[in-house]
């Protein structure tokens, strides 16, 4: 039984650009199901990881939509701000998580560290953790994760939340600036989905 691949999914998030992306990562045959669709408010993501906060939401979802459902918890670690914003990236962003302001955010706390950061190579990471839950409460976690750095502007369209200021290792252009199809063959939760691919 918990070896049938997976062919109807909830993906627990009422976020749209996670939505979209999770959505380019399944195979075209899952039937895939959101929180808006049974009218689901998120939970309170009370977790102090993004595993934990993953879980949540994965739990929260199953349980309440009766499916299996799939969760992520994702962020944006910044070193010289000691991981921040992490687990509270959506949160910088105020209630409506607005990613400008959330940037502007980013911006601000590296000018008081350092008037310089401009200049220099500010490392960062983007982590994403997927939670699968199923209604027989069986859980399975993957984490991915991406190195690079912050730009010191806002470039490119594409993509959501902090993608405009991240640019991977080895690149020279935002993930903002990246065509999606290029970004979903590297980034976080690439990585992570890989990881956990063959349920589907």
Known sequence: MLNKKITKLLVGTNNRGKLIEIKGLLPKNVKIYSPSDFKIKSPAEIGKNF????LIKAKFFSEKSKMVCLSDDSGLEIDV???DPGVYSARWGGKNS???KAINRVFKELKKKDEDWKIKKIKA????????YWPNKKII??????QGYISPLMRGKN????????????RKITFGQMKSIEKYKIDHRFKAFKK???FF
């Open 159 to 170: 993509g959501f939340g902090y993608d405009p200021i991240f640019i991977p290792l080895n």
């Open 125 to 132: 990471r983007f982590i994403c953790s997927l939670t699968i």
């Open 51 to 54: 595993s934990e906060n993953s």
């Open 196 to 198: 956990i691919k063959k």
């Open 81 to 83: 701000l000691g991981g």
């Open 141 to 146: 976690q993957s984490v991915g994760k991406i």
């Open 98 to 100: 607005n990613f400008i």
